[in-house]
């Protein structure tokens, strides 16, 4: 009898071990499904996130549909076709006329003209390279040879300033190749080939030496622009990768990073105050992605700081953010996208209420920003915007958490869901921060769109030659970035910015933040 009954329980072990082990394949089975779901979706799926494509899963009819009431909807559609040509064009008239006796009638008459046609053509004229040669004439006294003069012995005319002591260059030709390759994305060696065309022999290397000499004339600017930034009550932080040769101790194929740090003006301006606060983005090289870097960005800094929830950033919630007055706002976007990921792969495949779920989410998260945008269009100024806000949005948040959190225990960890469920959890208690100044939005989107144009100048010239290229290439991007959210025109910015450096402008009457005057 005691043999049967400690077989029993060896089998029943075995059976629970076993349970176990099939629970365990079953999710694994589910897990890597997903995965190459998700691989299949990325791959051959739209990759916009646009709310309108995410209806994945269409509701079974569960009786007779109800009448729709009926609704009238004006809508407002652009008209397709060309935009024309801007007025601020240059213009050209050309008048096209029938010859004089073209002008009589058959019968007699003389024909009246009844009006005109108009037809607008665009003329492209090319670029050019103008050499300019400075003649100056000497003068000298014959009849002492000088010597009865205080002055000097020969008098000469002076010549401009220059930009670059001992340099051809000149504003207008910087100007061109900063445009080229800060705002366009062109290569040097690119603007080289454009060069030769034109007749003008620039070597790559010589206009990489200008880029970088200029930079570190630019070098107060930023400061000024730094100072400005961390004097404010709120901040963004992102980094992006950047591949930099020839750097000390490590291998042209180690990852360095651009950190980037922006400061907006408030979403709801004060009505108290006349003068807007500019825009300010800044951009960093550094080897690393380690956090002493975001340290160093925050050190000085007290307000509320929105990342992404890479763990570089933990301190800014850590035992000392308190006292070094951090409030750490994490971004509502990147959990968006995680659920919109954990939805994409069931496209095409068999309902889940797991996957269902993932979609409810992200109709909830779309919910909570047409709460916040609703709020941003009632409220007049910025104590009314964080009032709404907490009236409205805060408690979608709140309630968004608990949704997630009592999904926590029905969805394997392993699964996109899962990570999804464990991502929002960690995060949203940080989101909601957001809401307690008029600084900042709901996601870090505000400064992820200024990491595009530096992503695609990475995309065409691949690397910086050395990290003086690279702390140069951060210096413009600084600059440029700044002066375009503050009205500017990259290249009349240029323009402005290295006319003032070759006049020894004061570095605070040539700022980006300073608007363009009309």
Request: glycine letters at 4%; proline letters at 7%; aromatic letters at 8%.
């Amino acid at each position: 009898m005691v043999d049967v009954v400690s077989k029993l329980i060896s089998t029943q072990a075995e059976l629970e071990k076993t349970q176990k082990k099939v629970s365990y394949l079953e999710d694994e089975n589910q897990f890597l499904r997903e995965k190459i779901r998700l691989m299949n979706a990325r791959q051959f799926a739209p990759s916009s996130e646009a709310a309108d494509q995410l209806p994945l899963f269409e509701a079974e009819p569960v009786g007779p549909s109800p009448e729709p009431e009926t609704e009238e909807i004006k809508y407002n559609r652009k008209k397709p076709g060309r935009k024309g040509v801007s007025p601020d064009l240059e213009t050209e008239e050309v008048v096209l006329d029938i010859p004089e006796a073209e002008k009589h009638c058959g019968c007699g008459a003389e024909k009246v003209r009844i009006g005109r046609e108009e037809t607008k053509k665009t003329e492209y004229v090319p670029a050019k390279i103008k050499a300019i040669h400075y003649i100056r004439y000497k003068y000298a006294c014959k009849a002492c040879q000088g010597v009865n003069d205080e002055g000097p012995t020969v008098s000469i005319a002076p010549l401009p300033p220059s930009l670059i002591d001992n340099s051809p260059v000149t504003p207008s030709l910087m100007t061109y190749i900063l445009t080229s390759k800060i705002a366009d994305s062109l290569p040097f060696y690119r603007l080289e080939k454009q060069f030769e065309r034109m007749g003008f022999a620039l070597n790559r290397n010589t206009m990489a030496s200008w880029t970088i000499t200029l930079a570190e004339k630019c070098a107060e600017i930023v400061q000024i622009l730094t100072e400005m930034a961390k004097k404010r009550a709120a901040i963004n932080l992102d980094e992006t990768s950047i591949q930099v040769m020839n750097e000390e101790n490590r291998k042209n194929t180690t990852k360095s990073h651009m950190w980037l740090l922006r400061a907006g003006p408030p979403l709801k301006p004060d009505p108290l105050k006349t003068e807007r606060e500019p825009e300010i983005v800044l951009y960093w090289y550094q080897p690393t992605r380690s956090a002493k870097v975001a340290k160093d960005l925050a050190a000085n800094f007290k307000g509320h700081v929105q990342t992404d929830e890479y763990k570089g950033y933990h301190f800014l919630h850590g035992k000392d953010a308190a006292e070094q007055g951090w409030v750490h706002v994490y971004c509502l976007a990147h959990v968006r996208r995680k659920f919109f990921e954990a939805a994409k792969p069931s496209h095409g495949q068999k309902r889940s209420k797991t996957l269902d779920n993932a979609h409810e989410i992200v109709e909830d998260i779309k919910a909570i920003y047409q709460a916040e945008r609703k709020a941003m269009d009632v409220a007049q100024a910025a104590e009314e915007l964080m009032a709404k806000r907490s009236e409205s949005v805060l408690p979608l948040l709140q309630a968004l958490e608990t949704k997630i959190r009592g999904l926590k225990a029905l969805v394997p960890p392993k699964t996109s869901l899962g990570k999804a469920i464990g991502y929002a959890l960690d995060t949203l208690p940080y989101i909601q921060n957001y809401a307690s100044s008029p600084y900042m939005t709901l996601d870090n989107n505000p400064l992820e769109n200024k990491v595009r144009p530096f992503a695609l100048g990475r995309k065409n010239w691949l690397f910086a030659n050395t990290p003086a290229g690279a702390h140069a290439l951060a210096t413009w991007f600084s600059l440029v970035e700044t002066a375009k959210a503050n009205g500017w025109k990259p290249d009349r910015y240029l323009n402005h910015l290295l006319t003032g450096l070759q006049n020894n402008a004061p570095a605070d009457s040539i700022l980006p933040t300073i608007p363009p005057a009309d």
